[in-house]
């Protein structure tokens, strides 16, 4: 029975994105009035973080759809987390998430945890279920897993707390100020003092 494919290539996509997300965040940057080499440079590794995140996670794509492709490969889609975990697709996926933090909040301002851990764990969700619709519908040659999502969403709390940590001293929380794109500056740590009774 007659079937269709079509590969997706990577650099062909990946590098366009990447030099249109370099345009756009310039010229955010100059209605902002924000722009300056260090912002700038801030805002071009965000986005070129983004398109590695996408490169690393959808393409290259190998899709096939029609009567004749056959049924979907559903051991793609992997639901049971650690026993099928490979660990060295584990740590990959740890690493990168790891910068997360840092991104957001030098593009964001975003300083708390939870939101912090929430966006990586969204993000991650909306790729694993991205591969998960791609692998059912056109036989996608990705892997949907479990395993991936936990790897990613502790990459984005590792990061947090590595982050915060660097951002206690006064000399890196200075050095922080000259690359975020907020126009507040950044605060220091959140500081926890034990309850004192009254």
Known sequence: ??????????????????????????????????????????????????????????????????????????????????????????LLNIVMTLPLAALLYLVAGLRERRRVVLTGFLVSLAIEITQAVICLAW???????????????LGAWLGFLIFWRAMRSARVRELVRGWSLVRAEPAAPPVHRPATRS
């Not at 036989?139 to 969403?153: E, F, M, P, Q």
Request: aromatic fraction near 8%; glycine fraction near 10%; charged fraction near 10%.
């Open 1 to 90: 029975m007659p079937f269709h494919q079509l590969d997706v290539p990577a650099l062909p996509i990946l590098l366009p994105l990447g030099g249109v997300l370099m345009i756009v965040s310039w010229v955010l940057l100059h209605r902002r009035g924000l722009l300056g080499a260090r912002r700038l440079t801030t805002a071009w590794i965000a986005g070129w973080y983004a398109v590695a995140v996408i490169g690393a996670t959808l393409l290259p794509l190998h899709l096939a759809w029609g009567p004749g492709a056959g049924p979907p490969e559903l051991y793609r889609i992997i639901l049971v987390p650690l026993i099928t975990m490979r660990v060295d697709d584990f």
């Open 139 to 153: 036989h996608g040659n990705r892997w949907a897993d479990v395993n991936d999502l936990t790897a990613n969403t």
